[in-house]
């Protein structure tokens, strides 16, 4: 940050008084700009066949960072909307797919990208889905055919490998439990 966002005043850093960190100040209007992790969310959106096999639909990024690579929908929240809206929002916008959120299921801090990224397990309500504008492909992924070699993310494949674990407890009467990770660990 360069200039006050209140008066265009260049700014300066500067410790506040009752404060023990380092924040850009403006010595003309004395704003003080907090600077403090954004919220990451994603789903993991599932579907169980006839058969009851299940699938996860991941997509495949047509933007920077990791273009190409796979991933799980998702992306920064928003102001006005709840965590599971986000996570619903992003699904849509990313994989053209309409999910109904079951659970949080898993929390990861990222102190060095100053982010927390939370991801959702989700039901995807019909098979009907469809590539948005910042994703080239969405397809539905058996375990065996996840393409853990390119995907675009550490958290994408921890999500992923959390999931898969649970669900191999589940067949044994577990359940899908709550996961947190602390990254680059
Ligand atoms: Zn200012």
Same mark, same amino acid.
């Given at each position: ?65 990791? %273009? ?9 929240? =928003? *102001?006005? +909307? ?7 929002? #992003? ?22 990208? %100053? ?9 995807? =309500? *019909?098979? +009907? ?7 080239? #492909? ?48």
């Amino acid at each position: 940050m360069k200039f006050c966002s209140q008066c265009g005043h260049p700014v300066i850093i500067d410790i506040p008084p009752l404060d023990n960190m380092p924040r850009h100040v403006c010595p003309n209007c004395k704003t003080i700009h907090y600077e403090n992790p954004k919220i990451v969310v994603c789903s993991i959106p599932s579907w169980e066949s006839k058969s009851h096999e299940t699938s996860i639909l991941l997509c495949r990024r047509a933007i920077a960072p990791r %273009h190409g690579f796979w991933t799980l929908p998702g992306g920064f929240m =928003e *102001n006005d +909307e709840t965590t599971e809206q986000a996570a619903v929002r #992003e699904t849509q916008e990313e994989a053209g797919a309409n999910v109904k959120i079951s659970k949080l299921f898993s929390l990861m801090n990222l102190p060095v990208y %100053h982010q927390v990224h939370l991801f959702y397990l989700a039901q995807l =309500e *019909n098979t +009907e889905f469809s590539p948005g504008e910042e994703t080239l #492909e969405t397809r539905l992924f058996r375990e065996s055919d996840i393409p853990w070699d390119n995907l675009a993310f550490s958290t994408i494949k921890y999500a992923l490998k959390f999931y898969l674990e649970d669900r191999k407890k589940i067949l044994n009467g577990g359940h899908f439990g709550f996961h947190t990770l602390d990254l680059p660990k």
